[in-house]
């Protein structure tokens, strides 16, 4: 009895720490949905699958910045050259968007493949082509495939292979500082970009807040860019941001009054 009563105290007091998470759940069922900082949980999906990898861009990450998940500067936004292109049948119509894979290069022939693996954030579309998909038309459905940037391709195969067999499955994303809140559209109309997203990585459920307003559901545009057609000028904004694997975190009054379209804000903690 001694025990749960100190386990609940701590429950408590960690609860209260957070007060950017939910200061407004109205019961200990929602606070339980928490997930708390730096908090490390099982990989998504412990499974190997079979498919198939290629490379775009140059060593510098030229052709691999923007797309069709909706980021800018990968570089700025913390991922890198660790990225890649997925085919129709892994973007699921980019609700994988910001999902975090693991690879390697599995039998390819005369000895292309390179020992180890590589961990990448899935943050573009290797559309389908009007090519056969056994002559260059690999993204064609329902083929699984990872348009590499050129640097993680080199990390594990040889440059001349150009197509290599891989294992790949699902991991966990470790992110840098908190989950960024991008503020586009304009006056009578809020799009937000959330990206650097730890923990499954992809957003499935995206509520807003105004400081005059209650909760109010955000639908997806495209990629990772969430709307809402409500008129937000002069209100701070939070936001409870649910992921793939059924996670939410409640960002609350994360952006100040007084935000322009075009700045990026960073909430305090990350899945």
């Known amino acids: 009895m001694i025990a749960l009563l100190v386990a609940s105290l701590a429950a408590l007091s960690v609860v209260a720490m957070a007060g950017e998470y939910n200061a407004q759940a109205p019961s200990p069922h929602d606070a339980g949905r928490?997930?708390?900082?730096?908090?490390?949980?099982?990989?998504?999906?412990?499974r190997w699958y079979d498919a198939h990898a290629t490379f775009y861009g140059d060593l510098g990450g030229g052709e691999t910045m923007q797309g069709a998940?909706?980021?800018g500067d990968l570089f700025k936004q913390g991922y890198g050259l660790e990225?890649?292109?997925?085919?129709?049948?892994?973007?699921?119509?980019?609700?994988?968007?910001?999902?975090?894979?693991e690879l390697y290069c599995d039998n390819a022939p005369y000895n292309w493949c390179k020992r180890g693996t590589i961990?990448?954030?899935?943050?573009?579309?290797?559309?389908?082509?009007d090519k056969p998909s056994t002559a260059g038309g690999w993204c064609n459905p329902?083929?699984?495939?990872?348009?590499?940037?050129?640097?993680?391709?080199?990390?594990?195969?040889?440059?001349?292979?150009?197509?290599?067999?891989?294992?790949?499955r699902r991991i966990l994303c470790y992110k840098q500082g908190g989950v960024q809140f991008q503020l586009g559209g304009n006056q009578y109309w809020l799009l937000v970009l959330i990206y650097n997203v730890g923990g499954a990585g992809d957003v499935v459920d995206v509520k807003v807040k105004g400081s005059?307003?209650?909760?109010?559901?955000?639908?997806?545009?495209?990629?990772?860019?969430?709307?809402?057609?409500?008129?937000?000028?002069?209100?701070?904004?939070?936001?409870?941001?649910?992921?793939?694997?059924?996670?939410?975190?409640?960002?609350?009054?994360?952006v100040?009054?007084?935000?322009?379209?075009?700045?990026?804000?960073?909430?305090?903690?990350?899945?």
Not at 256 to 271: C, S
Request: hydrophobic share 40%.
């Open 34 to 46: 928490l997930i708390m900082p730096m908090a490390r949980r099982a990989h998504v999906d412990k």
């Open 142 to 168: 329902p083929l699984r495939h990872f348009d590499l940037s050129e640097k993680m391709f080199l990390k594990i195969a040889e440059y001349k292979a150009g197509i290599v067999p891989v294992k790949y």
């Open 83 to 101: 990225t890649a292109a997925l085919s129709t049948a892994l973007f699921n119509n980019g609700l994988t968007c910001g999902a975090c894979f």
């Open 212 to 254: 005059k307003t209650g909760w109010v559901q955000m639908t997806r545009n495209w990629g990772q860019n969430w709307q809402s057609l409500a008129v937000y000028g002069g209100q701070g904004l939070s936001f409870q941001v649910t992921t793939s694997d059924r996670k939410t975190l409640w960002f609350n009054d994360v």
């Open 69 to 71: 998940c909706g980021y």
């Open 119 to 129: 961990k990448i954030t899935a943050t573009n579309l290797c559309p389908p082509s």
């Open 256 to 271: 100040p009054w007084n935000w322009n379209i075009g700045q990026t804000f960073q909430g305090k903690y990350n899945f």
